[in-house]
């Protein structure tokens, strides 16, 4: 394959436009934005249109969910989540930046197994920003992945019957998108893959990467206690200024860390799913 100037312009304005659409409704920090637009870039220009609208689906989609019932999901946000706000550079890495490197993969060696890793990964980081988005509206309360112990909205490992649909949905999602942008940009690669083929490895894939990252949530990343508020945290610093303790966890995973691995189990598991399919 032969790298094309042009196709890394395209890609540098079209995720310019895209990450300077986001950032103005608060979804992205400044350098949230900036890595945007390089992560972009990058897939455009190496991997080419499908998988550009593949990472546009997942940036458009989780944006559009973290903004809607905003209200309703402050209160999760402030107290518990480590950062609640806008996206920055380290989260848009950790939920994208593996996509940039399976595309110079991609261009380094052009197999479809590839284009299957590559689902999986955008899948799993879909389908998780789905389930916290949509799963923290829950009535129930959420219970611990490993152990159904009830814990509070918002903790990490916590899953609800509403996540879990909206888990499933979000790979779905992933895999439908990627099935049309196929027959666009690639009918001959959709016709190697087959739409049915592009769901069941981007919804199998997304979902148990989805279910790995609560796993991983609940048993090692760390976990943090208020003693002002008497509430559990993935805070340092509680929202009330109380510097936190330690619970559970290790202090060198965060949530970034808990989406990257989470994602490359995704990643794994679509490339295992591919040839058995």
Not at 107 to 125: E, Q
Not at 240 to 250: A, D, E, H, I, W
Request: net charge positive.
């Amino acid at each position: 394959m032969k790298l094309e100037l042009m196709n890394f312009l395209t890609g540098f304005v079209l995720s310019g436009a895209m990450a300077m659409f986001i950032e103005r409704r608060d979804v992205l920090t400044f350098g949230g934005m900036v890595t945007a637009i390089a992560l972009g870039t990058m897939v455009y220009g190496l991997g080419g249109p499908l998988w550009m609208g593949v990472l546009f689906a997942f940036f458009i989609s989780s944006s559009a969910l973290t903004n809607i019932f905003y209200k309703e999901k402050e209160k999760v946000n402030r107290e518990q989540f480590e950062k609640g706000g806008p996206r920055d550079p380290w989260q848009v890495i950790a939920n994208g930046g593996l996509s940039s490197l399976l595309a110079a993969a991609y261009f380094l060696y052009p197999r479809p197994v590839m284009l299957a890793a590559f689902l999986g990964v955008l899948a799993t980081v879909n389908a998780d920003t789905w389930a916290t988005e949509i799963g923290v509206l829950s009535r129930p309360g959420p219970r611990l992945v490993t152990s159904f112990k009830a814990v509070e909205k918002g903790r990490s490992g916590g899953v609800t019957i509403l996540g879990s649909v909206a888990s499933l949905a979000g790979a779905l999602f992933i895999g439908g998108c990627a099935a049309v942008l196929a027959s666009i940009f690639d009918p001959g690669l959709l016709y190697a893959f087959g739409w049915q083929k592009v769901l069941i490895i981007a919804g199998l894939s997304g979902f148990l990467g989805s279910i790995i990252d609560s796993i991983i949530g609940a048993t090692i990343q760390a976990q943090y206690y208020c003693g002002s508020c008497k509430k559990a945290t993935e805070q340092r610093v509680h929202h009330c200024g109380t510097r936190t303790v330690l619970k559970s966890g290790s202090k060198f995973v965060d949530n970034d860390t808990v989406n990257l691995l989470a994602s490359i189990a995704g990643g794994i598991i679509a490339a295992l799913l591919f040839p058995l399919l």
